[in-house]
């Protein structure tokens, strides 16, 4: 099976994460700090709090922001569940905005409709989460201009894009946005196991993602109340969680994190190859790349109406050994969010992508020859007629 996404582990990664095994710190220490400083000069952000994974990061980025019962958080209905299961996990309110037909990313046309509706309803949201789908940004500018005009808040949902640029910066410097929010599981970009980066300008927004990372404790003495009798002492002041990311995790991130700028080369390759064989296929590739460079996270096509029925083009694929998949189910109608009143016919943007969507494989080690079993598989499914 050729897998629609695969991290790669060099010896350089694996005696990385030998040495620390070596060391005396495991969990949380010195490499963690490598680690965060590597991914924070990545991106040209001032401060990265690193954590088990993009949804604990997420949801430390939504505490530390304020969100809690009570608050509204818009999400797009096309991303992975945890986006809007981080504002849940805060006891907050979740609605969706729709998508961008061509992009899938939260449709800003659409996010200022809602918000003038909401404006007059008085539910106005406190915190908006773009998410960059496939490693393509959202236009953060207007979404940052609508968040000046009607007072949200905004966490980029970057787990499929760093090495993405937005403007001439890479996704993660934050100019739009108060954080940004990167997974490292091993179908994203670079990997650490399970892990999440968040990034951030805000020395202050660190600092609270950081402690609520760790319990909501501190040993900062700035921070506790008086003179403290001892290195032993710490204080709590909040309730915060174990999320931290290990120091094994860490040697792997900072090893992989040297390739970033390989990878996205060799997905943009893959990419543009793929633009020039799909070409004569009943199915619509993805938009062409602008000068914000994506981060090829994935490679989604979408079946036109004189293609065979996904669910059949799909199976096929999968039984001739062709690992696709489908990104994403929309939020809006798994079941948990059914109970809440969301359902079929809220976004239809979102739901007719859904209906023809397919992510094909897009990994830096995937080969030449895989990707052409892959494109003349699709082919014989798709015009056999
Ligand atoms: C993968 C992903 C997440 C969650 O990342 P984890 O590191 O697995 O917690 C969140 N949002 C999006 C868009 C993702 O693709």
């Not at 007059?120 to 496939?134: I, Q």
């Not at 204080?235 to 970033?260: P, V, W």
């Not at 809006?332 to 007719?352: K, R």
Request: net charge negative; aromatic share 8%; with cysteine.
């Amino acid at each position: 099976m050729i897998p629609y996404g695969r991290q790669e582990v060099t010896q350089d990664d694996i005696d990385a994460v030998v040495d620390v095994m070596k060391s005396n710190f495991l969990t949380q220490g010195p490499e963690v700090e490598r680690f965060e400083r590597a991914f924070a000069d990545a991106v040209q952000a001032q401060h990265a709090v690193a954590s088990n994974s993009a949804t604990s990061s997420l949801h430390l980025a939504y505490l530390a922001l304020g969100i809690g019962p009570g608050d509204m958080v818009w999400t797009p209905p096309i991303s992975f569940v945890a986006t809007a299961n981080a504002a849940r996990m805060c006891g907050a309110d979740v609605d969706f905005v729709d998508v961008d037909p061509d992009t899938q990313c939260m449709c800003v046309d659409a996010l200022r409709i809602k918000l003038d509706a909401a404006k007059s309803s008085g539910t106005l949201p406190k915190l908006v989460v773009p998410v960059h789908f496939t490693g393509r940004s959202c236009d953060m500018a207007a979404i940052a201009a609508l968040g000046h005009e009607y007072n949200f808040r905004i966490v980029e949902d970057a787990a499929h894009a760093i090495g993405a640029a937005y403007q001439s910066k890479p996704v993660g410097a934050c100019e739009f946005s108060d954080i940004a929010v990167f997974s490292l599981h091993p179908v994203k970009i670079i990997t650490t196991g399970e892990g999440g980066m968040a990034t951030t300008n805000d020395a202050d927004l660190a600092s609270k993602m950081a402690t609520l990372r760790t319990h909501g404790v501190t040993r900062d003495p700035a921070l506790v109340a008086g003179p403290p009798p001892g290195d032993w002492y710490y204080e709590q002041h909040e309730l915060g969680f174990n999320y931290r990311m290990t120091d094994m995790q860490a040697a792997l991130g900072s090893s992989q994190i040297k390739r970033l700028s390989d990878y996205i080369q060799r997905r943009r390759e893959i990419a543009a190859r793929y633009d020039k064989m799909l070409v004569k296929l009943p199915l619509s590739r993805p938009p062409v790349e602008t000068n914000d460079l994506s981060a090829w996270h994935l490679y989604v096509i979408r079946l036109t109406d004189d293609a065979p029925p996904r669910a059949e083009v799909f199976a096929e694929l999968r039984k001739r050994g062709i690992g696709v998949q489908v990104h994403y189910i929309p939020v809006h109608t798994q079941p948990y969010y059914n109970d809440m009143g969301f359902g079929a016919g809220d976004m239809p943007v979102s739901e007719d992508y859904y209906e023809r969507a397919i992510s094909l494989p897009m990994f830096p080690t995937l080969t030449k020859a895989d990707q052409d079993t892959v494109v003349q598989t699709l082919s014989d499914i798709l015009t056999r007629g």
